[in-house]
T-cell receptor
Framework: EDKVVQSPLSLVVHEGDTVTLNCSYEVTNFRSLLWYKQEKKAPTFLFMLTSSGIEKKSGRLSSILDKKELFSILNITATQTGDSAIYLCAVEATGNQFYFGTGTSLTVIP | DAMVIQNPRYQVTQFGKPVTLSCSQTLNHNVMYWYQQKSSQAPKLLFHYYDKDFNNEADTPDNFQSRRPNTSFCFLDIRSPGLGDAAMYLC????????????FGNGTRLTVT
């Protein structure tokens, strides 16, 4: 059965800390892996990863994909209270199939 | 397992021919959302229901309508699909509008020919 598993389910850190969020997957016919930041409404797209080993970076956020070990990580450095959100990992497979993880809830306290 | 189920997984319709996508949930959540997601873009919220209260996003075209006959089911009707409406349509639920965690279905991929 195709699945996407995120860990941890929730995380509480202090401002300035660095966090690493994990996403592992078992999806046949993998096409891409996407990370989203979800606050109260529509998720905000962060990264789309298709190739192994190539880090994508946007400000304090970065992500990398390992297609051999079937996982991805999302790193956030120097966390701020505005980073508090649920971070969703999703895997798109060929045939336009789409699988979401249940998310990691991040809380950053001042 | 409690879940959000979308049918069909793939839908092909002709230009201008009305189409309905369906979503059902066993989570007994109060809120149901419809998102449109085009390739490599973030999901875009079209509208949501809080119980029977319908909430339309300001930029959702009139071509898109929704129905929620009961707690478990929600439908997305596209009255006259255009080529630009080809996308993945995602249904999601949450316990209430302030809940941060949405539970997504696996989506319906709509093709317009």
């Amino acid at each position: 059965e195709d699945k996407v598993v995120q860990s941890p389910l929730s995380l509480v850190v202090h401002e300035g800390d660095t966090v690493t969020l994990n996403c592992s997957y078992e999806v046949t016919n993998f096409r891409s892996l996407l990370w989203y930041k979800q606050e109260k409404k529509a998720p905000t797209f962060l990264f789309m990863l298709t190739s192994s080993g190539i880090e994508k970076k946007s400000g304090r956020l970065s992500s990398i994909l390992d297609k051999k070990e079937l996982f991805s990580i999302l790193n956030i450095t120097a966390t701020q209270t505005g980073d508090s959100a649920i971070y969703l990992c999703a895997v798109e497979a060929t045939g336009n199939q789409f699988y979401f993880g249940t998310g990691t809830s991040l809380t950053v306290i001042p | 397992d409690a879940m959000v189920i979308q049918n069909p997984r793939y839908q092909v319709t002709q230009f201008g021919k009305p189409v309905t996508l369906s979503c059902s949930q066993t989570l007994n959540h109060n809120v149901m959302y419809w998102y449109q997601q085009k390739s490599s873009q973030a999901p875009k919220l079209l509208f949501h229901y809080y119980d029977k209260d319908f909430n339309n996003e300001a930029d959702t075209p009139d071509n898109f309508q929704s129905r929620r006959p009961n707690t478990s089911f929600c439908f997305l009707d596209i009255r006259s699909p255009g080529l630009g409406d080809a996308a993945m349509y995602l249904c999601a639920t949450s316990r209430d509008p302030s809940a941060m965690r949405l539970h997504f279905g696996n989506g319906t991929r709509l093709t317009v020919t």
